[in-house]
């Protein structure tokens, strides 16, 4: 796995509608494992919504999906590992699609990678962030400032990781993930200064070339949903 391999970089513009991006995941999957595109890196800012994972328990979403919706936020099931997370504004997600062949199809190793990403972009804010054994995402201290949680299929990977950059942390207390009582925490509340979203996207999208030895492309995502449209029989 030389560190020249190509993906593509697509930053989706304003807030992007969670089902429509859930559902351009998909497409560039089925495209990623014909491979008719290369590994792909989307970076995202969504709407308030919840979505739960296949790890989550009724005691794992306190507030009746009813009643999140009433107060605007999605609510969606999805088929990526853990339990229930929160998307927001001012939260830079992050949904790789990439082929595990290149990583050993090493699901585990590939979350550690994915959550290293993560680390080294706090890092250079400096920000001293890490991991908690048993407990997937990334911490300062004991406080929760990323969430990580992947699906793969046929051996490529979809969801991937939520960073809160300057995230409303009141909305966290809607879901109560597998059942444990943590305090989220964002880059602006540790730096005591709001950061700029897009500086983060830079400086995350420069991380993910080093942990994942690949060079990133801008691309335009008028040609990414081109090539997805393309693929919807």
């Known amino acids: 796995m030389g560190p020249n391999r190509r993906a593509w970089r697509v930053d989706m513009p304003g807030r992007s509608d969670y089902e429509a991006t859930w559902a351009l995941q998909r497409q560039l999957v089925s ?29 794992h979403l306190p507030v009746p999906r009813e009643v999140l919706r009433r107060m605007g936020f999605g609510v969606f099931d999805v088929e990526r590992g853990g339990s229930v ?56 201290g004991t406080e929760k400032i990323a969430a990580v949680g ?43 200064r709001p950061v700029p979203l897009e500086d983060v996207r830079d400086a995350y999208a420069a991380a993910f070339e080093e942990v994942f030895r690949v060079r990133l492309e801008p691309v335009r995502v008028d040609r990414v949903r081109a090539a997805a449209v393309a693929e919807v029989p």
């Open 150 to 192: 992947v699906a793969v299929k046929r051996r490529v990977t979809l969801h991937g990781f939520a960073l809160n950059v300057t995230t409303n942390l009141d909305h966290f207390r809607f879901i109560n993930p597998c059942g444990i009582a943590y305090t989220p925490t964002s880059m602006e509340r540790v730096l005591g």
């Open 31 to 59: 495209l990623r494992q014909r491979g008719e595109i290369p590994d792909v890196l989307l970076l995202v800012e969504h709407p308030p919504v919840v979505t739960c994972g296949r790890a989550t328990k009724p005691e």
């Open 85 to 140: 997370t929160y998307h927001g504004p001012g939260q830079l997600v992050g949904y790789p699609i990439l082929d595990l062949r290149a990583y050993g199809e090493n699901v585990v190793g590939y979350v550690r990678m994915l959550e290293e990403s993560v680390i080294r972009t706090l890092g250079g804010y400096g920000i001293q962030a890490g991991r908690r054994p048993g407990f997937p995402g990334v911490w300062v």
